[in-house]
């Protein structure tokens, strides 16, 4: 997918499933999903609250997933 086709793609299904993090674990967050989805399947927001980022995901299970491997 084109860069402009990720964007658009991400459109239809953002917010999704929604995970927050320690702002600490943005690097491990960023790598999991690089490792195990496609750039299309996830998105993440910063800053979404003191020390917090945001990840979204279009499935509930990669979702689910993440937040069991980042607590």
Known sequence: MTPIEIHEYKLKWLPGYTVAIHSDNTDKGKTWCRRNLSRH???????????EHTFCFEKEKDATAFASIMV
């Open 41 to 51: 399947e996830w998105s993440m927001t910063s800053w979404t609250n003191v020390y």
